[in-house]
């Protein structure tokens, strides 16, 4: 039997919208062999978005339906929209031992906290609330009114952010990255992924 065979490590990572979590998953994603929880959503796809990879595009009836099976893990309203974990994937992909990475927000992170003792939420700040604003203003995606419902979520979000396991404040790009990818493997360590190892060491 290989001893060092572990659990797999659920990592849920929140951050308010231009704080530079994508860019960060992506990192941990090249860097790491995570897979990636692919959540659905009623939202309309975005230039480059494909159904399936980013994200799986349903109609408001479909994700109803689903929610109604009890095939979400968790569910929420960000934005207007619904998005949801799937929570048959999840199950597996944990069960073979894979680390699986979630960018969700606070409300399905809460909920996931309940049904997954041994995850980790990490928690991206932004610098400032006046560095987000700007972030959201020059990435030229939104318009004045979607700015400001992002920016009173955000407030929101932070808000809420205090159970957390950890922050990361993303002033510099490297240095966020540096702490979450250190962090990432402190969290590899726990003896919670790795219940089997005390009882096989002792049995040789
Ligand atoms: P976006 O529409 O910009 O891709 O995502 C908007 C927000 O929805 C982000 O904060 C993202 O983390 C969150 N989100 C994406 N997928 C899920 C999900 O499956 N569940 C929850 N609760 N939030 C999600």
């Given amino acids: 039997m290989d001893f060092t ?4 490590l659920p990592f849920i990572i929140c951050a308010p919208s231009g704080t530079g979590k994508t860019t ?3 990192k941990l994603c090249q860097e790491f062999p ?5 959540s ?4 309309a796809p975005r230039v480059g978005e494909i159904d399936g990879k980013d994200y799986y595009f349903l109609t408001k009836e479909q994700f109803e339906e ?3 099976n009890g095939d979400f893990a968790e569910w929420a309203c960000v ?6 974990t799937p929570l048959k994937p ?3 992909q944990l069960d073979a031992g894979h680390d699986l990475l979630f960018d969700i927000d606070v409300q399905g992170a809460a909920q996931l906290s309940l049904s ?8 991206i700040h932004p610098p400032s609330l006046q560095v987000l604003e700007e972030r959201l203003v020059n990435r030229c995606t939104d318009t004045p009114e979607t700015i400001a419902k992002r920016l009173k979520n955000a407030h929101a979000e932070i808000n809420a952010s205090h159970w957390f396991d950890a922050w990361i404040v993303n002033n510099d790009l490297n240095e966020a990255y540096d702490a979450l990818r250190s962090f990432y493997i402190s969290c590899t360590l726990s003896p919670r992924l790795h219940k089997n190892l005390i009882s096989t060491l002792l049995s040789q």
Avoid: V, W
């Fill in 5 to 8: 065979k572990r659990m797999g």
């Fill in 24 to 26: 960060l998953i992506q």
């Fill in 34 to 38: 995570f897979s990636f929880s692919i």
């Fill in 40 to 43: 659905c959503t009623t939202r």
């Fill in 66 to 68: 689903k929610k109604d």
């Fill in 79 to 84: 934005h207007d929209n619904y998005y949801g």
């Fill in 90 to 92: 999840l199950q597996e």
């Fill in 116 to 123: 997954l003792p041994n995850a980790q939420f990490i928690f």
